[in-house]
């Protein structure tokens, strides 16, 4: 993107006074003051011509997505525990925890009971997510902008159990739910994308879904971010119906497909005004 497209920005000449300069503290002042805005420009910035500015936008971008991402709560991780449990629930034995009641049943000269020796079994985690980032059609600063900040918020929500998913007339895996790629490379890869094609919803969460059955979480959940718009010949609601459990985020301005989708397949869903508003929305979609 040329700088004299940069330009229209509100804030743009103060952030970036001169060419290959981005100055953190009045990026810091806009963000505080015009925070969707800011948070759009500093997308765009990423996709500039001018390589210094891009590389430091780019930097940036991954920086204050995160620290916004992280603001939301925290649940436990969701890669599970292992915990102590009777060994006739299942489990692998654990020898030494049980040397006690087995030398307490040889000197009572009886056999020892399953449920006297101990065995280790892995807990199950909490919450899983799949997020879904729609992007056929025209990815702008804002759309990006919401995306990662998306992606940041289900990475802090559930550490070790979430994947990402990209689409267009193809579903791309950004972050497989096996993956121990860290945030910070994931948002970088949101940030990357480029909108074209059609909107090939149901394929979407057909691969969310399958991303989930992967996973040994109690609440597994698939977040949509998109208009709900599709554009194949495939109907999503089926797709959408067989979802454990889903999210959708819409475009304030552009809501009523996923209204819809939403009302038709038992999902829940809520606008979303601007990229700073999206992980407030996810939290609230979540019960807190």
């Given at each position: ?35 969707d ?59 030494d ?14 056999p ?28 702008g ?13 289900c990475a802090?929500r559930a ?47 057909r ?29 999503p ?35 979303v ?16």
């Open positions: 993107m040329a700088r004299s497209s940069l330009a229209g920005h509100p804030g743009f000449t103060e952030i970036s006074p001169e060419v290959g300069v981005l100055d953190p503290d009045a990026f810091d002042v806009a963000l505080a003051e015009r925070p805005e800011t948070l759009t420009l500093l997308v765009d910035m990423g996709k500039a011509t001018d390589e210094k500015l891009r590389a430091a936008a780019r930097r940036l971008a991954g920086r204050v997505v995160l620290e916004i991402g992280r603001s939301g709560r925290v649940t436990r991780r969701g890669i599970g525990r292992l915990r102590a449990v009777p060994a006739d629930r299942g489990g692998d034995l654990d020898l925890a049980s040397l006690g009641a087995v030398a307490e049943a040889r000197a009572a000269r009886r020892v009971g399953l449920d006297e020796l101990t065995a280790r079994t892995w807990a199950r985690p909490a919450l899983a997510l799949c997020l879904v980032v729609d992007a056929s059609g025209s990815m600063g804002d759309r990006l902008a919401a995306a990662a900040l998306t992606a940041a918020a802090f550490p070790g159990d979430h994947a990402v998913l990209s689409f267009a007339a193809e579903t791309r895996v950004l972050r497989d739910i096996g993956s121990t790629r860290p945030p910070s490379a994931v948002v970088d890869r949101v940030l990357g994308l480029r909108g074209h094609g059609v909107t090939a919803l149901s394929g979407a969460l691969a969310a879904t399958a991303q989930l059955e992967r996973t040994r979480a109690e609440r597994r959940i698939v977040v949509l971010l998109s208009d709900c718009r599709a554009t194949d010949d495939h109907d609601v089926p797709a959408a119906r067989r979802v454990p459990e889903l999210l959708i985020l819409a475009p304030e301005s552009d809501h009523e497909q996923a209204a819809e989708l939403a009302a038709r397949s038992n999902a829940r869903w809520a606008p005004a601007g990229p700073s508003d999206a992980p407030g929305v996810l939290r609230s979609l979540l019960g807190g």
